[in-house]
Protein backbone atom coordinates (compact mmCIF):
# COMPACT_ATOMS: atom_id res chain seq x y z
CA UNK A 1 0.00 0.00 0.00
CA UNK A 2 1.33 3.01 -1.26
CA UNK A 3 0.06 7.07 -0.29
CA UNK A 4 -0.87 7.04 -3.87
CA UNK A 5 -2.78 4.06 -3.10
CA UNK A 6 -4.41 6.06 -0.22
CA UNK A 7 -5.34 9.35 -2.00
CA UNK A 8 -7.31 7.90 -5.01
CA UNK A 9 -10.17 6.56 -3.06
CA UNK A 10 -10.34 9.58 -1.14
CA UNK A 11 -10.27 11.81 -4.16
CA UNK A 12 -13.22 10.16 -5.27
CA UNK A 13 -15.51 9.91 -1.92
CA UNK A 14 -14.40 13.07 0.24
CA UNK A 15 -14.74 16.61 -0.23
CA UNK A 16 -11.48 18.68 -1.20
CA UNK A 17 -11.13 19.63 2.87
CA UNK A 18 -11.40 16.65 3.91
CA UNK A 19 -8.63 15.06 1.96
CA UNK A 20 -5.29 14.62 3.59
CA UNK A 21 -2.31 16.78 2.52
CA UNK A 22 -0.14 13.42 3.03
CA UNK A 23 0.19 9.59 4.39
CA UNK A 24 2.50 8.24 6.10
CA UNK A 25 2.25 4.12 5.74
CA UNK A 26 3.25 2.47 9.46
CA UNK A 27 3.81 -1.09 10.04
CA UNK A 28 1.90 -0.15 13.47
CA UNK A 29 1.09 2.28 15.85
CA UNK A 30 3.06 3.12 18.56
CA UNK A 31 1.31 2.52 22.13
CA UNK A 32 2.19 4.08 25.28
CA UNK A 33 2.23 1.39 28.15
CA UNK A 34 -1.37 2.07 28.84
CA UNK A 35 -2.47 0.89 24.97
CA UNK A 36 -3.43 4.43 23.98
CA UNK A 37 -1.76 5.56 20.86
CA UNK A 38 1.59 7.63 21.59
CA UNK A 39 0.90 11.10 20.27
CA UNK A 40 4.52 12.44 20.32
CA UNK A 41 5.89 9.01 18.66
CA UNK A 42 3.48 9.27 15.78
CA UNK A 43 4.67 12.87 15.30
CA UNK A 44 8.99 11.59 15.47
CA UNK A 45 7.49 9.00 13.02
CA UNK A 46 5.81 12.15 10.78
CA UNK A 47 9.18 14.37 11.02
CA UNK A 48 11.76 11.68 10.28
CA UNK A 49 9.37 10.45 7.11
CA UNK A 50 9.59 13.53 5.91
CA UNK A 51 13.18 14.06 6.42
CA UNK A 52 12.25 17.51 8.33
CA UNK A 53 14.83 18.63 10.94
CA UNK A 54 13.13 19.15 14.36
CA UNK A 55 14.55 22.33 14.59
CA UNK A 56 13.38 24.36 11.39
CA UNK A 57 9.56 22.77 12.71
CA UNK A 58 10.01 24.77 15.93
CA UNK A 59 12.12 28.30 15.02
CA UNK A 60 10.67 30.77 12.01
CA UNK A 61 13.01 30.61 9.12
CA UNK A 62 13.75 33.89 7.95
CA UNK A 63 12.70 37.35 9.03
CA UNK A 64 8.70 37.11 7.26
CA UNK A 65 8.46 34.02 9.27
CA UNK A 66 10.05 36.16 12.50
CA UNK A 67 7.05 39.05 11.77
CA UNK A 68 4.52 37.27 11.55
CA UNK A 69 5.64 34.65 14.27
CA UNK A 70 5.41 37.80 16.53
CA UNK A 71 2.35 39.23 15.79
CA UNK A 72 0.45 35.66 15.83
CA UNK A 73 1.71 34.95 19.35
CA UNK A 74 0.94 38.33 20.80
CA UNK A 75 -2.50 38.07 19.27
CA UNK A 76 -3.21 34.49 20.46
CA UNK A 77 -1.37 34.62 23.86
CA UNK A 78 0.74 31.82 23.11
CA UNK A 79 3.54 30.66 21.14
CA UNK A 80 2.72 28.50 17.40
CA UNK A 81 5.59 26.85 15.54
CA UNK A 82 5.75 27.75 12.21
CA UNK A 83 3.92 24.82 10.92
CA UNK A 84 1.43 24.25 13.15
CA UNK A 85 -2.11 24.33 12.25
CA UNK A 86 -3.67 27.93 13.28
CA UNK A 87 -6.83 26.77 12.86
CA UNK A 88 -6.01 24.34 15.80
CA UNK A 89 -4.23 27.17 17.60
CA UNK A 90 -7.83 29.76 17.56
CA UNK A 91 -7.41 31.42 14.23
CA UNK A 92 -11.20 32.04 13.35
CA UNK A 93 -12.06 34.83 11.09
CA UNK A 94 -12.33 37.68 13.38
CA UNK A 95 -8.74 37.08 14.35
CA UNK A 96 -7.74 36.76 10.90
CA UNK A 97 -9.07 40.35 10.64
CA UNK A 98 -6.94 41.54 13.13
CA UNK A 99 -3.83 39.48 12.47
CA UNK A 100 -3.55 41.17 9.16
CA UNK A 101 -3.89 44.51 10.00
CA UNK A 102 -1.09 44.11 12.59
CA UNK A 103 0.76 42.52 9.96
CA UNK A 104 0.59 45.64 7.53
CA UNK A 105 2.13 47.90 10.34
CA UNK A 106 5.50 45.35 9.87
CA UNK A 107 5.23 45.61 6.46
CA UNK A 108 3.91 42.05 5.23
CA UNK A 109 0.58 41.88 3.40
CA UNK A 110 -1.74 39.59 3.64
CA UNK A 111 -5.19 39.89 3.71
CA UNK A 112 -7.55 37.47 5.98
CA UNK A 113 -8.71 34.96 3.40
CA UNK A 114 -5.25 34.20 2.56
CA UNK A 115 -4.17 34.04 6.21
CA UNK A 116 -6.83 31.65 6.72
CA UNK A 117 -6.53 29.95 3.92
CA UNK A 118 -2.39 29.25 4.38
CA UNK A 119 -3.28 28.11 7.77
CA UNK A 120 0.34 28.17 9.00
CA UNK A 121 3.13 30.93 9.36
CA UNK A 122 5.80 28.80 7.23
CA UNK A 123 3.12 28.92 4.43
CA UNK A 124 1.87 32.49 4.91
CA UNK A 125 5.43 33.70 4.61
CA UNK A 126 6.28 31.72 1.42
CA UNK A 127 2.56 33.32 0.16
CA UNK A 128 3.74 36.65 0.92
CA UNK A 129 7.03 35.69 -1.21
CA UNK A 130 4.99 34.90 -4.28
CA UNK A 131 2.37 37.52 -4.46
CA UNK A 132 1.70 41.35 -3.93
CA UNK A 133 -0.64 43.58 -2.09
CA UNK A 134 -3.51 44.35 -3.66
CA UNK A 135 -5.68 47.61 -3.04
CA UNK A 136 -8.98 48.95 -3.92
CA UNK A 137 -8.34 52.59 -4.51
CA UNK A 138 -10.49 54.10 -8.09
CA UNK A 139 -12.90 52.56 -10.36
CA UNK A 140 -10.51 50.96 -12.62
CA UNK A 141 -12.38 49.62 -15.71
CA UNK A 142 -14.22 51.89 -18.23
CA UNK A 143 -17.47 50.40 -17.20
CA UNK A 144 -17.60 50.79 -13.28
CA UNK A 145 -16.16 54.20 -13.96
CA UNK A 146 -18.90 55.16 -16.27
CA UNK A 147 -21.32 53.78 -13.80
CA UNK A 148 -19.38 55.38 -10.91
CA UNK A 149 -20.06 58.97 -12.74
CA UNK A 150 -23.65 58.44 -13.95
CA UNK A 151 -24.83 57.81 -10.49
CA UNK A 152 -22.95 61.17 -9.15
CA UNK A 153 -24.83 63.00 -11.51
CA UNK A 154 -28.21 61.50 -10.87
CA UNK A 155 -27.40 62.15 -7.23
CA UNK A 156 -27.18 65.75 -7.59
CA UNK A 157 -30.13 66.15 -9.85
CA UNK A 158 -31.62 64.47 -7.80
CA UNK A 159 -30.73 66.77 -4.54
CA UNK A 160 -31.74 69.99 -6.22
CA UNK A 161 -34.94 68.73 -6.62
CA UNK A 162 -35.28 68.60 -3.08
CA UNK A 163 -34.44 72.14 -2.30
CA UNK A 164 -31.81 71.31 -0.04
CA UNK A 165 -29.87 74.59 1.10
CA UNK A 166 -26.83 72.65 2.30
CA UNK A 167 -24.42 71.71 -0.54
CA UNK A 168 -22.48 68.24 -0.16
CA UNK A 169 -18.68 67.95 -0.38
CA UNK A 170 -19.31 64.42 -2.46
CA UNK A 171 -21.63 62.18 -3.87
CA UNK A 172 -21.04 58.74 -4.35
CA UNK A 173 -22.60 55.18 -4.95
CA UNK A 174 -23.96 53.05 -2.36
CA UNK A 175 -23.06 49.69 -1.23
CA UNK A 176 -24.94 46.89 -1.71
CA UNK A 177 -25.25 46.11 1.96
CA UNK A 178 -26.56 49.89 2.25
CA UNK A 179 -28.66 49.57 -0.58
CA UNK A 180 -30.51 46.49 0.77
CA UNK A 181 -31.19 48.26 4.59
CA UNK A 182 -32.45 51.09 2.47
CA UNK A 183 -35.40 49.41 0.79
CA UNK A 184 -36.00 47.83 3.85
CA UNK A 185 -36.41 51.28 5.20
CA UNK A 186 -38.22 52.81 2.58
CA UNK A 187 -41.07 49.82 3.53
CA UNK A 188 -40.70 50.21 7.26
CA UNK A 189 -39.56 53.73 8.33
CA UNK A 190 -38.05 51.79 11.57
CA UNK A 191 -36.37 48.90 9.98
CA UNK A 192 -32.82 49.15 10.56
CA UNK A 193 -33.25 52.55 12.31
CA UNK A 194 -30.82 51.57 15.35
CA UNK A 195 -30.42 53.10 18.56
CA UNK A 196 -27.69 52.96 20.75
CA UNK A 197 -27.86 54.52 24.40
CA UNK A 198 -24.34 56.05 26.13
CA UNK A 199 -23.15 57.42 29.35
CA UNK A 200 -20.20 59.44 30.29
CA UNK A 201 -17.77 59.81 32.89
CA UNK A 202 -18.63 62.48 36.07
CA UNK A 203 -16.83 66.08 34.67
CA UNK A 204 -17.50 65.30 31.40
CA UNK A 205 -20.10 68.26 29.71
CA UNK A 206 -22.75 67.86 27.19
CA UNK A 207 -20.75 70.01 24.90
CA UNK A 208 -17.59 68.34 25.18
CA UNK A 209 -19.78 65.41 24.14
CA UNK A 210 -21.37 67.48 21.44
CA UNK A 211 -17.85 68.10 20.10
CA UNK A 212 -16.62 64.43 20.35
CA UNK A 213 -19.55 63.48 17.99
CA UNK A 214 -18.82 66.25 15.71
CA UNK A 215 -15.25 65.41 15.64
CA UNK A 216 -15.65 61.65 15.05
CA UNK A 217 -18.18 62.25 12.00
CA UNK A 218 -15.38 64.83 10.42
CA UNK A 219 -12.86 61.97 10.60
CA UNK A 220 -15.54 59.17 9.06
CA UNK A 221 -17.21 60.59 5.97
CA UNK A 222 -19.92 57.94 6.17
CA UNK A 223 -21.15 58.79 9.53
CA UNK A 224 -21.87 62.57 8.00
CA UNK A 225 -23.45 61.01 5.13
CA UNK A 226 -27.47 60.75 3.86
CA UNK A 227 -29.12 58.83 1.03
CA UNK A 228 -30.97 59.89 -2.10
CA UNK A 229 -32.75 58.07 -4.68
CA UNK A 230 -31.87 57.99 -7.95
CA UNK A 231 -32.67 56.22 -11.02
CA UNK A 232 -29.96 53.52 -11.60
CA UNK A 233 -30.40 50.12 -12.84
CA UNK A 234 -28.97 48.16 -9.23
CA UNK A 235 -28.59 51.62 -7.69
CA UNK A 236 -32.01 53.00 -6.47
CA UNK A 237 -29.70 55.13 -3.81
CA UNK A 238 -26.33 57.26 -3.77
CA UNK A 239 -24.84 58.60 -0.20
CA UNK A 240 -24.31 62.38 -0.38
CA UNK A 241 -21.24 63.13 1.92
CA UNK A 242 -22.07 66.59 3.56
CA UNK A 243 -18.84 68.66 5.00
CA UNK A 244 -20.19 68.12 8.92
CA UNK A 245 -23.18 67.14 10.87
CA UNK A 246 -25.82 69.95 10.44
CA UNK A 247 -27.00 71.57 14.19
CA UNK A 248 -29.79 69.71 14.28
CA UNK A 249 -28.57 66.44 13.98
CA UNK A 250 -26.88 66.74 17.97
CA UNK A 251 -29.57 68.41 20.44
CA UNK A 252 -30.04 68.63 23.64
CA UNK A 253 -33.35 67.49 25.41
CA UNK A 254 -34.92 67.21 29.05
CA UNK A 255 -36.23 63.82 28.01
CA UNK A 256 -34.56 61.06 25.81
CA UNK A 257 -36.90 59.58 22.97
CA UNK A 258 -36.55 56.25 21.95
CA UNK A 259 -39.17 55.82 19.50
CA UNK A 260 -37.61 58.07 16.70
CA UNK A 261 -38.05 56.88 12.51
CA UNK A 262 -37.32 57.96 9.15
CA UNK A 263 -39.81 60.18 8.16
CA UNK A 264 -39.00 62.50 5.33
CA UNK A 265 -36.24 63.72 2.86
CA UNK A 266 -34.61 65.36 5.54
CA UNK A 267 -34.20 62.32 7.68
CA UNK A 268 -32.99 60.27 5.02
CA UNK A 269 -30.58 62.79 3.99
CA UNK A 270 -29.28 63.00 7.70
CA UNK A 271 -29.73 59.74 9.14
CA UNK A 272 -27.40 59.92 12.60
CA UNK A 273 -29.00 61.62 15.02
CA UNK A 274 -28.00 62.36 18.94
CA UNK A 275 -30.08 63.01 21.71
CA UNK A 276 -27.91 64.55 24.89
CA UNK A 277 -29.01 65.38 28.28
CA UNK A 278 -27.97 64.92 31.90
CA UNK A 279 -29.25 62.04 34.29
CA UNK A 280 -28.15 61.69 37.79
CA UNK A 281 -25.62 64.37 37.30
CA UNK A 282 -23.96 62.37 34.48
CA UNK A 283 -23.91 63.08 30.46
CA UNK A 284 -26.14 61.06 28.58
CA UNK A 285 -26.02 60.67 24.64
CA UNK A 286 -29.19 58.51 22.64
CA UNK A 287 -27.73 57.66 19.38
CA UNK A 288 -30.12 57.19 16.55
CA UNK A 289 -28.67 55.77 13.80
CA UNK A 290 -29.22 53.62 10.48
CA UNK A 291 -27.40 50.56 9.82
CA UNK A 292 -26.19 51.85 6.03
CA UNK A 293 -23.50 54.01 8.40
CA UNK A 294 -22.25 51.53 10.11
CA UNK A 295 -22.07 47.84 11.92
CA UNK A 296 -20.83 45.43 15.13
CA UNK A 297 -17.30 46.22 14.04
CA UNK A 298 -17.28 50.66 13.36
CA UNK A 299 -19.23 51.05 16.22
CA UNK A 300 -15.93 49.84 17.98
CA UNK A 301 -13.91 52.26 16.08
CA UNK A 302 -16.58 54.87 16.35
CA UNK A 303 -16.55 54.79 20.70
CA UNK A 304 -12.66 54.44 19.93
CA UNK A 305 -12.72 57.77 18.01
CA UNK A 306 -15.45 59.84 20.73
CA UNK A 307 -12.94 58.87 23.07
CA UNK A 308 -9.93 60.16 21.79
CA UNK A 309 -11.85 63.38 21.18
CA UNK A 310 -12.80 63.32 24.63
CA UNK A 311 -9.32 63.09 25.94
CA UNK A 312 -7.83 66.01 23.34
CA UNK A 313 -5.89 62.94 21.66
CA UNK A 314 -5.40 62.35 17.90
CA UNK A 315 -8.32 60.33 16.06
CA UNK A 316 -7.62 57.35 13.93
CA UNK A 317 -6.26 58.29 10.52
CA UNK A 318 -8.20 55.47 8.62
CA UNK A 319 -9.44 54.41 5.26
CA UNK A 320 -13.06 55.74 4.19
CA UNK A 321 -15.83 53.57 3.22
CA UNK A 322 -16.05 54.37 -0.29
CA UNK A 323 -12.80 52.12 -0.71
CA UNK A 324 -15.83 49.26 -0.06
CA UNK A 325 -18.18 50.51 -2.32
CA UNK A 326 -15.20 51.03 -5.29
CA UNK A 327 -14.48 47.11 -4.43
CA UNK A 328 -18.31 45.99 -5.62
CA UNK A 329 -18.43 48.41 -8.04
CA UNK A 330 -14.90 47.46 -10.22
CA UNK A 331 -16.20 43.35 -9.53
CA UNK A 332 -19.64 44.55 -10.38
CA UNK A 333 -18.94 42.40 -13.99
CA UNK A 334 -16.20 40.60 -12.81
CA UNK A 335 -15.47 36.72 -13.61
CA UNK A 336 -14.74 36.65 -9.40
CA UNK A 337 -18.43 37.91 -9.22
CA UNK A 338 -19.88 35.10 -11.63
CA UNK A 339 -17.55 32.29 -9.69
CA UNK A 340 -19.55 33.42 -6.11
CA UNK A 341 -22.81 33.83 -7.59
CA UNK A 342 -22.67 29.89 -9.51
CA UNK A 343 -21.58 28.63 -6.05
CA UNK A 344 -24.38 29.80 -4.09
CA UNK A 345 -26.58 28.50 -6.56
CA UNK A 346 -24.77 25.26 -6.25
CA UNK A 347 -25.39 25.50 -2.76
CA UNK A 348 -28.13 26.37 -2.57
CA UNK A 349 -29.89 24.10 -5.25
CA UNK A 350 -32.45 21.88 -4.72
CA UNK A 351 -33.11 23.29 -0.89
CA UNK A 352 -36.36 24.47 0.63
CA UNK A 353 -36.16 27.07 3.25
CA UNK A 354 -36.54 26.25 6.82
CA UNK A 355 -39.88 28.94 8.16
CA UNK A 356 -40.47 28.62 11.70
CA UNK A 357 -44.15 27.26 11.73
CA UNK A 358 -46.73 29.51 13.34
CA UNK A 359 -48.77 27.61 16.37
CA UNK A 360 -51.25 30.50 16.31
CA UNK A 361 -54.85 29.82 15.33
CA UNK A 362 -54.84 33.34 13.59
CA UNK A 363 -52.52 35.10 11.36
CA UNK A 364 -52.98 38.15 12.08
CA UNK A 365 -51.58 38.86 15.30
CA UNK A 366 -49.19 41.53 15.66
CA UNK A 367 -45.21 40.99 15.63
CA UNK A 368 -43.31 41.40 18.66
CA UNK A 369 -39.64 40.37 19.72
CA UNK A 370 -38.70 39.15 22.74
CA UNK A 371 -34.40 38.52 23.88
CA UNK A 372 -33.86 35.53 26.27
CA UNK A 373 -30.14 35.46 27.33
CA UNK A 374 -28.97 32.14 28.82
CA UNK A 375 -25.34 32.17 30.37
CA UNK A 376 -23.24 28.91 29.45
CA UNK A 377 -21.45 27.50 31.98
CA UNK A 378 -18.60 26.11 29.76
CA UNK A 379 -15.22 25.22 30.64
CA UNK A 380 -12.96 27.34 28.13
CA UNK A 381 -10.01 25.80 28.24
CA UNK A 382 -11.66 22.16 27.07
CA UNK A 383 -13.63 24.06 24.64
CA UNK A 384 -10.17 25.16 23.49
CA UNK A 385 -8.78 21.65 23.57
CA UNK A 386 -11.57 20.03 21.92
CA UNK A 387 -10.68 22.91 18.63
CA UNK A 388 -7.33 22.06 18.76
CA UNK A 389 -8.19 18.48 18.37
CA UNK A 390 -10.71 19.02 15.75
CA UNK A 391 -8.79 21.85 14.08
CA UNK A 392 -11.56 24.00 13.68
CA UNK A 393 -12.55 27.46 15.13
CA UNK A 394 -14.95 27.90 18.29
CA UNK A 395 -17.75 29.17 16.59
CA UNK A 396 -18.08 25.98 14.38
CA UNK A 397 -18.99 23.82 17.40
CA UNK A 398 -22.25 26.14 18.67
CA UNK A 399 -22.94 26.30 14.17
CA UNK A 400 -23.21 22.89 14.47
CA UNK A 401 -25.02 22.12 18.11
CA UNK A 402 -27.32 24.93 16.22
CA UNK A 403 -27.61 23.09 13.13
CA UNK A 404 -28.88 19.91 14.80
CA UNK A 405 -31.14 21.35 16.77
CA UNK A 406 -33.12 23.59 13.61
CA UNK A 407 -32.74 19.73 12.22
CA UNK A 408 -34.85 18.43 15.20
CA UNK A 409 -37.19 20.99 15.45
CA UNK A 410 -37.67 20.96 11.31
CA UNK A 411 -37.97 17.31 10.87
CA UNK A 412 -35.63 17.29 8.29
CA UNK A 413 -31.44 16.70 7.97
CA UNK A 414 -31.44 19.45 4.88
CA UNK A 415 -31.44 23.00 7.21
CA UNK A 416 -30.99 26.57 5.88
CA UNK A 417 -29.76 28.87 8.27
CA UNK A 418 -28.65 33.02 8.05
CA UNK A 419 -25.05 33.29 9.11
CA UNK A 420 -23.10 36.82 9.79
CA UNK A 421 -19.64 37.16 8.99
CA UNK A 422 -18.11 40.53 9.70
CA UNK A 423 -17.39 40.89 6.01
CA UNK A 424 -13.82 42.61 7.07
CA UNK A 425 -11.77 39.83 4.96
CA UNK A 426 -11.81 41.35 0.85
CA UNK A 427 -8.53 42.38 -0.26
CA UNK A 428 -9.11 46.12 0.76
CA UNK A 429 -6.03 47.74 2.54
CA UNK A 430 -7.68 49.10 6.37
CA UNK A 431 -10.80 47.10 5.88
CA UNK A 432 -10.73 46.34 9.21
CA UNK A 433 -10.55 50.57 10.49
CA UNK A 434 -13.38 51.26 8.04
CA UNK A 435 -16.09 52.29 9.59
CA UNK A 436 -19.41 51.53 7.61
CA UNK A 437 -21.26 48.55 6.92
CA UNK A 438 -19.33 46.23 5.98
CA UNK A 439 -21.08 43.13 7.45
CA UNK A 440 -22.19 40.04 5.94
CA UNK A 441 -25.35 37.76 6.47
CA UNK A 442 -26.03 34.61 4.14
CA UNK A 443 -27.45 31.26 3.88
CA UNK A 444 -25.29 28.58 5.29
CA UNK A 445 -26.95 24.96 4.49
CA UNK A 446 -25.83 22.02 6.12
CA UNK A 447 -27.02 18.40 5.28
CA UNK A 448 -26.59 16.30 8.41
CA UNK A 449 -26.86 13.14 6.41
CA UNK A 450 -23.36 14.19 4.55
CA UNK A 451 -22.17 13.84 8.04
CA UNK A 452 -21.51 9.85 9.79
CA UNK A 453 -19.32 11.27 13.01
CA UNK A 454 -19.25 14.82 14.38
CA UNK A 455 -15.81 14.92 13.54
CA UNK A 456 -17.23 14.74 10.03
CA UNK A 457 -19.92 17.56 10.65
CA UNK A 458 -17.30 19.91 11.95
CA UNK A 459 -14.93 19.75 9.38
CA UNK A 460 -17.75 20.07 6.51
CA UNK A 461 -18.61 23.38 8.41
CA UNK A 462 -15.15 24.65 8.40
CA UNK A 463 -14.86 24.13 4.58
CA UNK A 464 -18.66 26.24 4.35
CA UNK A 465 -17.43 28.65 6.90
CA UNK A 466 -13.88 29.48 4.21
CA UNK A 467 -15.90 29.24 1.29
CA UNK A 468 -18.38 31.53 2.82
CA UNK A 469 -16.05 33.59 3.07
CA UNK A 470 -14.54 33.90 -0.69
CA UNK A 471 -17.64 33.92 -2.34
CA UNK A 472 -19.46 36.03 0.47
CA UNK A 473 -18.88 39.45 -1.03
CA UNK A 474 -22.03 39.44 -2.77
CA UNK A 475 -25.04 40.72 -1.65
CA UNK A 476 -28.26 38.78 0.00
CA UNK A 477 -30.91 39.32 -2.58
CA UNK A 478 -28.27 38.50 -5.36
CA UNK A 479 -27.59 34.80 -3.65
CA UNK A 480 -31.33 34.53 -3.54
CA UNK A 481 -31.64 35.75 -7.56
CA UNK A 482 -29.86 32.54 -7.83
CA UNK A 483 -31.02 30.00 -5.54
CA UNK A 484 -34.49 28.99 -7.18
CA UNK A 485 -36.20 29.88 -4.14
CA UNK A 486 -39.63 31.63 -4.53
CA UNK A 487 -38.71 35.36 -4.63
CA UNK A 488 -41.63 35.85 -2.32
CA UNK A 489 -40.30 33.26 0.57
CA UNK A 490 -37.31 34.08 2.72
CA UNK A 491 -34.23 31.87 2.60
CA UNK A 492 -34.01 31.33 5.68
CA UNK A 493 -35.32 33.03 9.24
CA UNK A 494 -32.73 31.91 11.97
CA UNK A 495 -29.44 33.68 12.11
CA UNK A 496 -26.29 32.86 13.79
CA UNK A 497 -24.07 35.73 15.38
CA UNK A 498 -20.54 35.21 16.59
CA UNK A 499 -18.99 37.12 18.92
CA UNK A 500 -15.91 36.48 20.36
CA UNK A 501 -15.03 38.90 22.41
CA UNK A 502 -18.11 41.84 24.05
CA UNK A 503 -17.52 44.87 25.80
CA UNK A 504 -19.88 48.01 26.69
CA UNK A 505 -16.82 50.22 28.11
CA UNK A 506 -14.40 52.16 26.65
CA UNK A 507 -12.67 54.68 28.09
CA UNK A 508 -14.84 57.47 29.79
CA UNK A 509 -17.98 55.73 27.75
CA UNK A 510 -19.95 53.02 28.66
CA UNK A 511 -22.81 51.66 26.51
CA UNK A 512 -25.70 51.33 28.63
CA UNK A 513 -28.72 50.18 26.31
CA UNK A 514 -28.87 49.70 22.77
CA UNK A 515 -31.47 48.27 20.19
CA UNK A 516 -31.69 47.09 16.82
CA UNK A 517 -34.63 47.00 14.30
CA UNK A 518 -33.98 43.62 12.04
CA UNK A 519 -36.51 42.72 9.42
CA UNK A 520 -36.75 39.30 8.65
CA UNK A 521 -35.64 36.84 11.57
CA UNK A 522 -37.94 35.14 13.98
CA UNK A 523 -34.81 33.72 15.70
CA UNK A 524 -31.60 35.56 16.33
CA UNK A 525 -28.72 33.11 17.78
CA UNK A 526 -26.36 35.34 19.37
CA UNK A 527 -22.92 33.77 21.11
CA UNK A 528 -20.71 35.99 23.08
CA UNK A 529 -17.37 35.17 24.71
CA UNK A 530 -18.22 36.98 27.72
CA UNK A 531 -13.91 37.32 29.55
CA UNK A 532 -13.40 37.04 33.04
Not at 129 to 136: F, G, H, N
Not at 438 to 467: E, F, M, Q, Y
Request: proline content about 5%.
Amino acid sequence: CTSRDLQLPCRRSLPKFMIPGNFVILNKLPRLPSGKIDRKGLEAEYILSKDVDQTDLAEPAGDIEQKISVSLNLLLESSITPTASLASAGLDSLRAIHLASSLRKEGVFLNALDILEADSIRKMAAFVLKSQPEMTVVPTESEPLAMWNTIIQQGREMLKLTEHLQQPTDIIPCSPIQTGMLLETKLNPKAYFNSVELQFDCGISLEEVKSAFINTALQNEVLRSGFIEIDFPGFPYAQVVWESLHPDQIIESKIIDHDLELQNQWDILHPLKVQLCVIDGRPKALVHIHHSLYDGWSWDQIMRDLVSALENKQLTQRSQYRLFTLFHINNHSSEIREQALNYWQSHLQGSTPCLWPNFQDRSDLPKASKVVERQLNLDIDQLDSFVRDFRVSRQIIFQAAIGCLLSAYHGTSDIILGNVSAGRTLPIVGIENIVGPCISTLPLRLNLRKARTVRDLLAILHGLNKKSLVHGFVPLRDVKQVSGINTADQLFDTLFVWQDNFTTTCGPIAQVASRDFLEFTNISVSYTHLRA
